[in-house]
């Protein structure tokens, strides 16, 4: 790496330094509440014993849908690598939600690409929501990213309105993840105009970037993946369920089958990283916070727009990083790549990935497959050609992959 690209980078790490401080505490209190918890539940080694066909009488499974019940501030939880990503996750929890006839209400604008198919907004209708009769509306989010509250109130009143869903992280817009404070407003707004509405939010990439999560705020209901932020970059596979008992019931009543609900799901031996994983998580996803303002930092140095700026409170893991053309995605994803662990050697190319209508780029060299608390850097191959850059286990190996990535766009 030369010497330049250093030099920008020394720089780029003093302009970090106060943020890194507040990362640091905020962590140190995350990791006491993931402790604490750890405790009132009584881990022992006897937790980390998998079962296999049926999974009946689990200790560890039920031991960890208590803890995450307890972090994520809901009365229960349903964590099971039988889901196979968030997006599984996130759809097992919207069936609980509504009956036909009843339609959700998404108080974040369009939702990420790969739910618009679960919802039957997009793509084939077969096997969605809206295939059920369960309809969809929308409230778009006001021009500064934040909720539009008093079309939120409108909305929520409508007769038939089961459930207000709403999307904390970024996903592929550009728009500014909702904090923890931002996600009590909107509960408060909708449940004073419905009290009987239910509140569910897409937490992904946004655990342990506070201090408390949405159930700390009156949200009924929550789902996410393990292999972002909660599964500390151990949890193999998997996602987590969390709120009120009644909803996190028929959730598991959609991922295995009406009368069985969570009480199956063999841990084939997936525990003792599952647990270890989740203590892990809230340094874990410091390290990829760290990362995230080194970046924004190095965009900053070098005239590319990206945010959240340096300074600005994060609610998520995802750095967007707007490059402006598919040539510019191309190398800053390929110094991406150059800096990953796994597959250092491989050029990222554009393709069609399953759900999503345009191609797109992701630089992933993971340790798990399709990880994003590992550094990675991805984004649909479109007008205004952002990519979203997120993870990193260490911010040590973060910040190289930044440099590399910032040495490919400046290459001649």
């Not at 229960?76 to 209400?105: D, E, K, M, W, Y």
């Not at 909305?155 to 309105?161: F, I, L």
């Not at 909708?190 to 949405?214: H, Q, S």
């Not at 990880?371 to 191959?381: N, R």
Request: with cysteine; net charge negative; aromatic share 6%.
């Amino acid at each position: 790496m030369n010497e330049q690209i250093l030099k920008l980078g020394e720089q780029a790490e003093l302009r970090c330094r106060e943020r890194f401080r507040e990362i640091d505490r905020a962590t140190e209190k995350n990791t006491e509440r993931v402790l604490n918890a750890f405790r009132t539940a009584r881990v022992s080694e006897a937790c980390f014993a998998g079962t296999t066909g049926y999974g009946y009488d689990d200790l560890g499974r039920e031991t960890l849908d208590r803890i995450f019940a307890e972090l994520m501030g809901t009365e229960t939880a349903l964590v099971r690598i039988g889901f196979v990503n968030g997006t599984h996750a996130l759809t097992a929890a919207l069936f609980s939600l509504a009956v036909p006839g009843q339609h959700l209400l998404s108080a974040t604008g369009l939702p990420y690409d790969t739910l618009q198919e679960a919802l039957g907004i997009r793509g084939s209708a077969f096997g969605s929501l809206r295939a059920y009769g369960i309809g969809y509306d929308q409230v778009d989010l006001r021009p500064d990213g934040s909720a539009d509250l008093d079309a939120l109130a409108k909305a929520a009143a409508k007769p038939g309105t089961a459930a207000v869903i709403l999307q904390r992280s970024r996903g592929y817009a550009e728009r500014k993840a909702l904090s923890v404070d931002e996600i009590g407003e909107i509960v408060k707004t909708v449940k004073l105009v419905n009290p009987e509405i239910a509140v569910m939010v897409d937490n992904c990439y946004g655990e342990f970037t506070d201090i408390r999560e949405p159930g700390h705020v009156g949200a009924d209901l929550m789902a996410g993946s393990l292999i972002k932020n909660p599964g500390g970059g151990l949890a193999p596979s998997g996602g987590y369920i969390a709120g009120r008992s009644d909803l996190v019931e028929r959730a598991a009543m959609r991922l295995t089958t009406p009368g069985i609900g969570g009480e199956c799901g063999a841990s084939l031996g997936c525990n003792r990283l599952l647990f270890q994983g989740l203590f892990l998580a809230p340094h874990t996803t410091a390290q990829a916070l760290k990362t995230a303002v080194f970046c924004a930092a190095m965009m900053e140095q070098i005239g590319i727009r990206s945010f959240p700026g340096v300074d600005d409170r994060r609610s998520d893991i995802i750095q967007t990083v707007c490059l402006g053309s598919e040539e510019k995605m191309r190398r800053f994803c390929k110094g991406i790549q150059k800096g990953a662990p796994v597959d250092s050697f491989v050029t990222p190319e554009p393709w069609a990935m399953p759900g999503y209508d345009d191609p797109v780029i992701m630089a992933a060299g993971s340790f798990i497959q399709g990880s994003s608390i590992e550094l990675s850097a991805d984004g649909p191959v479109r007008p205004p050609y952002d990519v979203f850059m997120q993870g990193g286990l260490t911010y040590e190996s973060g910040k190289l992959g930044i440099l590399m990535a910032v040495e490919e766009l400046l290459a001649e």
